[in-house]
């Protein structure tokens, strides 16, 4: 398994990309900056040759994790805190979430429920649970992680509760 090469977000150009555009896979780091490329049209490229992987005849969909623009101030403090208390650790490298059925994608409205959930926000101020967070988020194996995670009260209490925001948002919908 040969490792990944990282890209730097063509709009910052300060970040390392974790997302790539869907019509122009113009690599990207954030919720911000891909705003800020969309505010001009963009196309598929028409490059046939080119060397991005394409799954072969897949129903699955790879979909970007996009965080709300207040949301990438939390981050980047958390991860000044984690790198200033263990220098030596490096950076996950994100890597891209397939999603099988298209139902499991969540709207912006969904994600905007949780974000302003008090509840979620209540529950985030766990440290055990940040931890745990970060590990599923971070290991090479993040199924098998969050399979075990779901046998932890905490974090199933916690994954409750963000299912109950979306299914609140769907109703109001």
Do not use: W
């Not at 790539?20 to 900056?33: A, W």
């Not at 090479?140 to 974090?155: K, T, V, Y």
């Amino acid at each position: 398994m040969c490792p990944r090469a990282t890209q730097t977000c063509e709009i910052c150009e300060k970040v390392v990309s974790k997302y790539k555009c869907p019509s122009c896979l113009v690599p990207y780091c954030s919720l911000g900056c891909f705003k800020i490329h969309k505010e001009t049209p963009c196309a598929k490229p028409s490059d046939p040759s080119s060397t991005e992987e394409k799954p072969a005849a897949s129903p699955a969909k790879e979909v970007p994790v996009k965080r709300p623009e207040e949301a990438n101030d939390v981050v980047e403090k958390t991860q000044q805190k984690a790198s200033a208390a263990s220098p030596a650790k490096e950076i996950p490298v994100a890597r891209p979430i397939i999603v099988e059925e298209e139902k499991y994608i969540l709207e912006k409205t969904q994600f905007e429920a949780i974000a302003s959930s008090s509840e979620i926000r209540e529950a985030l101020k766990d440290e055990p649970l940040q931890k745990l967070i970060y590990s599923i988020d971070s290991s090479s194996n993040p199924l098998q992680e969050l399979d075990e995670a779901m046998g932890i009260e905490a974090f199933r209490e916690f994954t409750d509760k963000i299912l109950s925001n979306i299914s609140k948002s769907n109703d109001e919908q």
